[in-house]
């Protein structure tokens, strides 16, 4: 079988954190309750709540007013005394969540904007200094300990407050950095931490924030990992204590310090990733801190399905309330708890302690994976989409169920049947509520879902020879394969261990049980290439050429059409702004390779950037978005070979760097010792 050989492949890699990145022995233990709790609620409250989301006119703020509405520190300060929460009551909140079915509290002890909702020593930009006068943290924390709710404390490592912590926002013009110190910040940072760790009693997650600003680093982030651990060593950190996060994605970077666990932000990762920790955080409507003219509402099904979404996929569900200046939670926030409480107190055994679904997919919704105390399994079958004619199909289910039934009807067992290898469950009509019925399917043993095995390599193209694993998770089973892309039958080659390839080659692997095949066939293609001939550069000089764009855009524009504002050159990627917003660059230089092979080079950007090498686009993240990551690969002979990159900025934040990875070269961002024009 001939098979076209091409230069290039694109591959979009995910960030991933592995299982014991950050942690000893003790990291399972740890974390136990957390895996077992699936559900939490996150709360953003502080001065914020004073404006409700209100500034000059506009009124699509919230907890990042302070810079979203440019204003000075001084009149930000006047938001102290008019905070005064006297309906705040520590024992309803924590009882409206524990009947929501959520298992922990995540609350901002301090946002960016500096200010502490405890009894600090630390600054007198804190609640005690408010009318209220009551440390809010400590009503919280005992409330929580006396109903059996886990406390956690979100803390920010921003500080838009703070004299020592730099950068300062660019458009402050009321203060300058002027005998601003990082370290003396970081040491106040490890103060409040202090009396956060001490002060309050057992603490389950310190879930920090605000680490992606250029002061921040992995190092600091090690260090400041170590130290809560040191106060509580139980406790759970999240990976925003590190540097390595790849945008709203959650996930952090590949080699990077990863904390315990990602936290993508109002978003669910497409599918589940083995081994790794995860938490979504989402909002009810548009904003974390409470502002008064968001009405966009999730409903109550919408917030359900998601719940039971993140949990089919082995990730745990945040779920955000703003409360009022006054202490209340909004009312539509209150309702949606209510709901789901009454949904959870039927259906919380199908979220609780479960696990990621077996099925790549299900068309009619999603699955979460019960363990019982007898070594037997619950599959909990979350309908969606309940089928017309009340047949509900369980495709590619080889065990039979001793039992099945709807969740809160016990009592009534469903008929079931095969159809090849799917399991048929007579569900009968759909239930009088709709927004996530389940159904039981009691499991003697773990569930033998025929899934195909797994073809792996580091890249789809070579260019000398490749490791191609071919492995299963399934127990019971051999993986059989070819390497012409045919069918593999019970006599082809038995796969016990990579599959060296010196040849392009489409690989393709089953799972059978003697002479009968248990899975669909899986198949992926690898492709040998010539490497890209070197440039003749003849005297090159270090460093990157530069062009610096001004305008306003949404993606990026064809820069070619475009005068530059300024041009010259740097040493690096760097992005010298003339203006904090509305800009863009590009970057041209050659890159010294230094050896022939195969390369990755990514893009982490905020916002939209490209990349190509010697012409040939490899890296498209373009687009209005955080800190993202996108990834390609190219075959490359040793010597000089053209790179191009371009970025741009709208507002909010902003930042590029450029990594690469290839023969003998660990991930790194591309050094200037490699770049010349």
Known sequence: MKIPVTALMLVLMPVLIPRAAAAGDDRDARMQWWREARFGLFIHWGLYAVPAGEWNGRTDHAEWIRTTARIPLKEYEGFV?????????????VAMAKDAGMKYIVITTKHHDGFCMFDTKQTPFNVMSTPFHRDVMKALADACHRQGMTICWYHSIMDWHHSDYLPRREWETDRTDSGAVFSRYVAYLKAELKELLTNYGPIGVLWFDGEWESTWNTTLGKDLYNYVKSLQPTIIINNRVGAGRSGMEGFTKEGEFAGDFGTPEQEVPARGIPGVDWETCMTMNDHWGYNSHDTHWKSTVEIIRTLADVASKGGNFLLNIGPTADGEFPAPSVERLHAIGRWMKTHGAAIHGTTASPFAALPWGRCTVGRREDGGTNLYLHVFSWPHDGVLTVPGLLTDPVEAYLMGDEAAPLRWSRREDALVVSAGKAPADTTDPVVVLRLRTAPDVNDPPAITADWGLFTDSLSVAVRTDRSGVEVRYTVDGSVPTPNSPLARGPVVLAQSAVVSARAFRGARPVSPVAS??????????????????????????????DSLPDFNRLTPVKTGTLSSFETPRLRPEDYGFVYECHVNVPRDGVYSFATVSDDGSRLSVDGVPLVDNDGLHGMTERQGVIALGAGFHSLRVEYFNKSGGAGLEVWWKGPSIDREMVPSAVLFH
């Open 81 to 93: 005394p008019r905070f005064n929460p006297r309906r705040f009551d520590p024992d309803a909140w």
């Open 524 to 553: 992926a293609s690898f492709t040998k290439v010539p490497v890209r001939p070197p440039l003749q550069i003849p005297a090159p000089v270090p460093g990157v050429a530069y062009s610096y764009y001004q305008g306003s855009w």
